[in-house]
C-alpha cells in the first residue's frame, strides 16, 4: 500500500489553464505539506495543513490553493498557470508539524509542465 | 533567505571511497537536523537524524557528525555503493510547533562510479 500518494504523476497544461493535484495518505498523519521543487532540485514548503487547519502559508502567489476536505487529504489547485510553475510538486504527511522524531513522508511527486 | 547551506553541489566518488557532505545552518533555534535521501523520479526519504545535544550519530554506513558551536554538520557515506547514487539534502527545523518547518539545503547530487 502506497502511503502518500498524488494524482495524476504527470500534468502538461497550456499557460492559463487552471489544474488541481490531489494528495491522500493513509498513515493517520494529522499533518500535510505541500513543496514545491525546482529545476534545480531546490525543495521549498509552500502549505502546510495541520487537522485541516492551515499553519503554513509560504510567500506563493494567491493562484495557489490548497484545500484540506479531511485529515487524510490535501489538494492543491492552480489558477492561470504559468510558464515559471512548471515543476515538481511533493506532497507530504508526518503525525506532527516538524520536529524531532517527526519524519516527513512524501508522495512520488506531479511533475507539472506549463507550455 | 537560505537558512540551510549544503555543499557540494555535486560529488563523485568511486565505490568503496567515503562520500562527504556538508551542512552549515544559521537560526540557532534549530533542534532538528534530518538527512533526507532522493532517488531520480522519486520523492525524498528520510535517511537519518540527529539532535544538537549529540555530536554524532551512526547508522550502519551513514554517520552524521554535528558541530553546534560552528553550526555545521555531515553526512559522512562510508564504503560508497553504486545504489547509493542520489540526490542527498540537509534540512533543519525548530522546536516543534504549529509554525515549526523544515528548511531544506540546496541538494548534492551524487554519483558512485563502480
Known amino acids: 500500500d502506497t502511503a502518500v500518494s498524488q494524482t495524476p504523476k504527470y500534468l502538461v497544461t497550456q499557460m492559463g489553464n487552471d489544474k488541481s493535484i490531489k494528495c491522500e495518505q493513509n498513515l493517520g498523519h494529522d499533518t500535510m505539506y505541500w513543496y514545491k521543487q525546482d529545476s534545480k532540485k531546490f525543495l521549498k514548503i509552500m502549505f502546510s495543513y495541520n487537522n485541516k487547519e492551515l499553519i503554513i502559508n509560504e510567500t506563493v502567489p494567491n493562484r495557489f490553493s490548497p484545500k484540506s476536505p479531511d485529515k487524510a487529504h490535501l489538494n492543491l489547485h492552480i489558477n492561470s498557470l504559468e510558464l515559471g510553475d512548471s515543476a515538481v510538486y511533493f506532497c507530504?504527511?508526518?503525525?506532527?508539524?516538524?520536529?524531532?522524531?517527526?519524519?516527513?513522508?512524501f508522495g512520488p511527486g506531479t511533475r507539472l509542465t506549463v507550455l | 533567505q537560505q537558512q540551510v547551506k549544503q555543499s557540494p553541489q555535486s560529488l563523485i566518488v568511486q565505490k568503496g571511497g567515503i562520500s562527504i557532505i556538508n551542512c552549515a545552518y544559521e537560526?540557532?533555534?534549530?533542534?532538528?537536523f534530518p538527512w533526507y535521501q532522493q532517488f531520480p523520479g522519486k520523492g525524498p526519504a528520510l535517511l537519518i537524524a540527529i539532535r544538537p545535544d549529540v555530536s554524532e550519530k551512526k547508522e550502519g554506513r551513514f554517520t552524521i557528525s554535528f558541530n553546534k558551536s560552528a553550526k555545521q554538520f555531515s553526512l559522512h557515506i562510508m564504503d560508497s555503493q553504486p545504489g547509493d547514487s542520489a540526490t542527498y539534502f540537509c534540512a533543519a527545523s525548530g522546536i516543534r510547533g504549529s509554525g515549526s518547518r523544515l528548511t531544506f539545503g540546496e541538494g548534492t547530487q551524487l554519483t558512485v562510479n563502480p
Open positions: 537560526n540557532t533555534a534549530f533542534d532538528y
Open positions: 507530504a504527511s508526518s503525525q506532527n508539524p516538524p520536529g524531532w522524531g517527526n519524519e516527513q513522508f
